[in-house]
């Protein structure tokens, strides 16, 4: 079993398994004697049986390429979508870029190392692997800074500056010139990357092509934003599926044919209720596609989902009262 300790305490080991784009995660901490992890988020320690020794496991190694220890560091691990252990628990031993995954079974891997002043894991340090039966692999990684990228955000009808722009990867924003920094971005490799860049009222959008390189400088040509429109509506929840523990209703704009790539698609992920807000969106005609489904307690393979067409936005403005009937989709 898994027990909270007190902040600020040593850590044995430590772990805490968390459901994430269905898989799931677990965090590490410090080996016995190891200082308390440097985040926000609480301290966990092992209280199981003894699995350190005639057990499947993964050992994990990080370092910057400088050879550095990453101080700090969290690794994340990923088992398929199965629960590990007959109580969802697996011990991860280690610290400061020195791991060990215990009771590793045979499936589909991804591991995932964060540590701060590095590039986010999700971009830069994460990898796959399949894991046999009675296999103990050695993993390796190479962390590293990131780029730093800067730039500037402008309204597209006046050319003025957008201050408290959202920009990403990460969470900078801009100041009242317009101007952004993106720290510890991820460098490209054969493909370009894009800042994305949204700000309230303004439609979000992808910036133009740039490569990064690792630990240098780039500059992103002027970003212009332009304003949009909203749509506020209601999906139907059906009385069955209301009987589910728990309900996520996804709302999406239909994309027209002539979207714009540089353009984000707009979701949403709507209140139990089925209430959503989509925008902002450039002025025109939308058709809204919804679809329920539920966690725990949901019959596989089955869902709702429902269509409507003819949605009218203009820029500033919200199209209210917009209704979404959704039909029961049983699948094999």
Aim: with cysteine; proline share 9%; net charge negative.
């Amino acid at each position: 079993m898994w027990k909270r300790l007190s902040r600020g305490g040593p850590s044995a080991v430590a772990g805490v398994v968390v459901l994430l784009l269905g898989g799931l995660l677990l965090r590490s901490g410090g080996p016995p004697g190891a200082p308390a992890q440097r985040d926000a988020g609480p301290e966990w320690t092992y209280e199981g049986p003894d699995v350190t020794a005639g057990t499947q496991q993964i050992k994990v190694t990080a370092r910057g390429k400088r050879g550095e220890r990453p101080v700090g560091a969290k690794l994340r691990a990923a088992l398929d979508v199965q629960l590990p252990g007959p109580e969802g628990t697996l011990p991860v031993m280690g610290a400061d870029g020195d791991w060990v995954i215990y009771n590793a079974g045979p499936g589909q891997w991804l591991i995932l190392i964060e540590a701060q002043g590095y590039a986010p894991a999700w971009e830069a340090a994460r990898r796959s692997v399949t894991l046999a039966a009675g296999e103990n692999p050695e993993l390796q990684f190479t962390l590293l800074r990131g780029g730093t990228v800067t730039g500037r955000l402008v309204d597209a009808d006046t050319g003025k500056p957008i201050e408290g722009a959202r920009l990403g990867p990460g969470s900078a924003r801009s100041d009242a010139d317009g101007r952004y920094v993106i720290q510890h971005f991820p460098p490209t490799e054969d493909r370009p990357a894009r800042v994305r860049a949204g700000a309230e009222g303004y439609i979000t959008q992808y910036g133009p092509g740039i490569h990064v390189e690792d630990e240098q400088t780039t500059q992103v040509p002027d970003i212009a934003l332009r304003r949009g429109g909203w749509i506020v509506g209601q999906v139907t929840i059906p009385e069955e599926a209301r009987q589910w523990p728990t309900i996520r209703v996804r709302v999406e704009v239909v994309r027209p044919p002539d979207w714009p790539d540089e353009m984000d698609d707009v979701c949403y992920v709507a209140m139990e209720d089925g209430a959503f807000r989509l925008g902002p969106l450039p002025a025109g005609v939308y058709g809204i596609k919804a679809e329920l489904t539920a966690g725990k307690g949901k019959p596989v393979g089955q869902s709702w989902r429902g269509t409507v067409e003819g949605v009218s936005v203009r820029v500033g403005d919200e199209t209210t009262g917009v209704a979404v009937p959704v039909q029961k989709v049983t699948s094999d």
